[in-house]
């Protein structure tokens, strides 16, 4: 059934008026003797080559929204497609796709400490402490064809893991730390997750899922689900339908997959709830599955017209934290509900919200 353009203007003029009566005015650091704790950063990837990414961040206790932090605290722009961040102790990364580097910031202030560079197209940071004091961070890419492994205290590049061989374009994605291995999702033409033992740095397991795995995430008894969009049309690689595998990290074993007809269209940001009893992703709109792999009948919060874009579970209190990228162009908005769907509010940050990272002092 065609949807008349009529429809489709009134019902997105509807959400444009409820996200406004919601909008809330960005507060400047620094006028409270502020300093960022317990709450989320929000990784605005902002336009392709247009240098305009940014970080905002909000506090759920205080209701407050800070927007441009990263730059009112540098008073320098953040670069170009930040696409992801991480959190240990008083440190943060971001990671700056189309830039090629990652920066080294308080996680508390955002005062720049360092940076990464060096990189080709970098996706995610992941840091193994051995608690010597020489952390290790393992850094994933989109077009390299490796794993880099550098010092992320000192910026310095320590090795590099490599996985593809002649001929192949695998790139690694999300990645997974789990008793001293890493998981990686090769996504773009991929089909696998490969397993690296972190005390050597070598290739020890391929464990075949869906096509191009894009994200992950392990649930409460240990197991690793990992999502695949099944690629697209016309790829060099073929398309295939989505899907959802279960890996016994014990036997490194792909137990469980579920092929969706064409209800889930590529699927993506794959999340557990708060206590690791549920998965939440998003295809259009947001769904939220038991691990049985039931609940695909219908979102538990629908798009309606929204460009659902990101998805972030807070893992103190299972809020669900939504992306909406808008046109891709202007500054998008994200809508928090809780575990059951309920909206609870809306506000708006930079163009293009693509990933949330939670900050707690347990974390730090």
Not at 33 to 50: A, K, M
Not at 222 to 236: A, T
Request: one cysteine or more; hydrophobic letters at 35%.
């Amino acid at each position: 059934m065609r949807v008349s353009a009529t429809l489709v203007l009134a019902t997105a003029l509807g959400w444009m008026l409820i996200a406004a009566s919601c909008e809330r005015t960005p507060v400047e650091p620094g006028q409270e003797g502020f300093d960022f704790g317990g709450g989320v950063f929000i990784v605005n990837e902002g336009q392709f080559l247009s240098n305009n990414a940014s970080i905002s961040y909000f506090n759920p206790e205080t209701d407050s929204l800070y927007n441009q932090v990263f730059y009112r605290a540098n008073g320098v722009p953040l670069g170009d497609v930040a696409h992801s961040m991480l959190i240990m102790g008083q440190d943060a990364w971001i990671v700056v796709n189309n830039s090629g580097k990652i920066y080294r910031v308080g996680s508390r202030d955002m005062a720049y400490k360092g940076k990464i560079t060096g990189l080709t197209s970098p996706r995610y940071i992941l840091i193994e402490d051995s608690g010597t004091g020489s952390p290790k961070a393992y850094v994933s890419d989109l077009y390299s064809g490796y794993v880099t492994v550098v010092d992320p205290l000192e910026g310095t590049r320590l090795d590099s893991i490599r996985f593809s061989r002649s001929g192949e374009r695998l790139s690694s994605e999300q990645m997974v730390l789990h008793n001293g291995s890493l998981y990686v999702a090769c996504w773009s033409y991929g089909r696998q997750i490969l397993v690296i033992d972190t005390s050597t740095g070598r290739i020890t397991d391929s464990i075949p899922v869906g096509l191009q795995p894009n994200s992950m995430a392990v649930d409460r008894d240990d197991y690793l689900w990992v999502l695949s969009d099944g690629g697209y049309p016309f790829s060099p690689v073929s398309q295939e339908k989505a899907s959802l595998t279960r890996v016994n990290m014990k036997t490194r074993v792909a137990e469980t997959m579920k092929v969706w007809d064409d209800i889930i269209l590529s699927p993506s940001d794959l999340c557990t709830g708060k206590n690791g009893d549920s998965l939440y992703f998003l295809s259009e709109g947001v769904y939220r599955v038991s691990r049985d792999m039931e609940g695909f009948d219908r979102p538990l919060v629908p798009a309606r017209g929204r460009q659902f874009y990101s998805l972030g579970i807070d893992p103190s209190n299972g809020t669900v934290y939504v992306g909406d990228a808008v046109d891709y162009q202007q500054d998008g908005w994200v809508y928090r509900y809780r575990p059951d769907g309920t909206s609870i509010d809306s506000f708006r940050v930079g163009v293009n919200p693509g990933y949330f990272c939670f900050s707690y002092p347990t974390q730090r």
